[in-house]
């Protein structure tokens, strides 16, 4: 896979003379095709850390993950009505141009900052997490897979630019997809056929549409997916440079919303089917939860876990896991790269060198593509200091930065009364309760019964001695969890919620209190774009 990655990326670099500016770097000259950069949509951000916890969730909370789907293809109609036109009529480059124009120059300066930091942290996790997991699960060395995939990586996407990328994210969705396939296929024969586990999923209370619990400490719920996964997705959709990216790279912007739906085709696709392979673990372990037996000792490592269990004797076929892990990976990771590059040319290099020529240009979009892969990279390692915690922390960082950025660009197309000290006090009060909460969120975790997690059984496990195994009828050792810490009286449940509301609180904290301080200022309109309200595109 890591071969097929690098020649696609040389193919893009070498043929044709490469990019000879940096808009066929960043943008793929803006001629790209809707199927293939719609994959790439989907693929953006389904890094390992998806591809192994959502089949984890699915297994502890149930189906109604799937509910996750209407928030995408909510995500998908907003995005494709509301923020596309704007971006692709202005044929910007870097999102954050529509900031400056807007508002000013330290606005844009401001979101690029906080994108190029969340980035770099996040993807530098995403690389690291898969690593620590399939090191712990099946001993694979941790620096040869950081380095591999950060090196591989880092090279196609600093020689093919946005070309390779959206090739190689094609690829990287269907080994995906083929990875979870086996496993459903696989996991389906050995559990007795589809009839039979959702019987027993049903039994396992796992088939759990109807959940329309309105307690947002609830982990999953229909509302929880629908108003707190909508707005993080269109965080990550409507408004983020990776994302954007793509979208304005194809020819015209009815081929941009064609993209779009491709892309929400994909999403059903991976999520789809890591619910089904959530179910399918249920029913094979539905008498010995690996987690409460001790074999395996975090809910991420439940599906490398399954996998080294049923292809015990199919070699090669773990192997394609491997892959579909780090396809996720490679994918998440070359879209960082590339797109953190795009808004350093846009928003720092070319104001301060406007004389640079297109391939000097290119050169430095380059560079800057090694630079964050390097980066990156030393993220990785880094994060290998940290112990626990590495998933956690990947949605964090995102969940902090992409809200509160989310609601100045609402505040900058849908408020035209807002001014620049508005977006400015509404930003920096988004930010501060999203990071509040999430850091809250992190130091008292709500508990497994608040949470929603679904109860399993370890009465029937094998007991594992000298490498024989045999079925003991009893309960083994507990597993040992570190105790809670006590949780403060009167915020307690305010850091129960669930982590997908993260992104909706930023975004709604900066929307309000943008307004409000623009009223309480009493400032004019301002801006380019005649007094501050958007043009009519």
């Not at 202005?90 to 120059?105: C, I, N, P």
């Not at 112990?387 to 956690?392: A, H, I, N, S």
């Not at 679904?454 to 045999?470: F, H, I, Q, V, Y």
């Not at 309109?525 to 309200?533: K, L, Y």
Request: proline share 5%; net charge positive; hydrophobic share 45%.
């Amino acid at each position: 896979m890591l071969l097929v990655s690098t020649g696609i990326g040389l193919f893009h670099g070498l043929s044709k003379g490469g990019q000879k500016t940096s808009e066929d770097f960043f943008t793929g000259g803006r001629r790209m095709a809707a199927v293939p950069v719609g994959l790439s949509l989907s693929a953006s951000f389904m890094s390992a850390v998806q591809v192994l916890g959502v089949p984890a969730e699915a297994y502890r909370y149930g189906s109604k993950f799937l509910w996750m789907c209407l928030g995408q293809l909510l995500n998908t109609l907003l995005t494709a009505h509301l923020f596309l036109p704007v971006f692709y009529r202005l044929g910007l480059t870097s999102t954050y141009e529509y900031l400056e124009r807007r508002f000013s120059r330290r606005v844009r300066l401001c979101g690029t900052v906080q994108y190029i930091a969340a980035t770099v942290l996040y993807t530098g996790i995403v690389i690291y997490a898969p690593a620590l997991i399939l090191n712990q699960v099946t001993g694979l060395d941790i620096w040869a897979s950081v380095l591999s995939t950060g090196v591989i990586c880092t090279f196609y996407t600093t020689i093919g630019g946005m070309k390779a990328v959206i090739w190689t994210d094609v690829f990287q969705v269907f080994v995906m997809l083929s990875g979870f396939i086996a496993v459903i296929i696989r996991g389906l024969l050995l559990a007795g056929g589809p009839a039979r586990v959702l019987a027993i999923a049903a039994n396992g209370s796992r088939v759990n549409f109807g959940d329309f619990n309105p307690d947002p400490r609830s982990r999953y719920t229909f509302w929880s997916f629908v108003l707190g996964g909508t707005l993080l997705w269109l965080s990550m959709y409507g408004v983020n440079q990776a994302q954007v990216q793509r979208y304005v790279a194809c020819r015209s912007e009815r081929e941009a919303r064609i993209a779009l739906l491709v892309n929400q085709v994909g999403l059903f696709c991976i999520v789809s089917s890591a619910v089904a392979c959530g179910l399918v673990m249920f029913a094979l372990y539905k008498d010995c939860d690996p987690l409460l037996a001790g074999f395996i000792s975090a809910p991420d490592q439940y599906m490398p876990y399954l996998v080294l269990d049923i292809f015990q004797t199919s070699p090669g076929v773990p192997g394609l896991f491997l892959a579909c892990a780090y396809s996720g990976t490679l994918s998440t990771a070359s879209t960082s790269i590339n797109a953190m590059a795009a808004v350093t040319v846009e928003d720092l290099v070319k104001p301060r060198m406007p004389a640079l020529s297109p391939r000097r240009l290119t050169l430095v979009s380059k560079g800057l593509s090694l630079i964050y892969g390097t980066a990156c990279i030393t993220v990785a390692a880094l994060a290998s200091l940290l112990g626990g915690g590495v998933l956690q922390g990947s949605f964090t960082v995102m969940g902090v930065i992409s809200g509160p950025l989310l609601g100045a660009f609402v505040l900058g197309m849908f408020v035209p009364a807002c001014s620049t000290a508005g977006v400015f006090g509404g930003l920096a009060a988004g930010l501060a309760l999203s990071l509040w909460v999430a850091v809250g969120g992190s130091l008292y975790p709500p508990s497994a019964a608040t949470s929603g997690v679904l109860p399993t059984s370890s009465t029937r496990c094998p007991l594992r001695t000298n490498g024989t195994a045999r079925t003991l009828l009893g309960t083994p050792p507990p597993h040992r969890t570190a105790p809670a810490p006590a949780r403060p009286a009167v915020v307690g449940d305010f850091y129960s919620i669930s982590y997908l509301y993260y992104g909706a609180l930023g975004t709604l904290c900066t929307v309000l209190g943008g307004a409000l301080l623009s009223y309480l200022a009493g400032e004019a309109w301002g801006g380019e774009f005649g007094g501050g309200a958007p043009p009519n595109y």
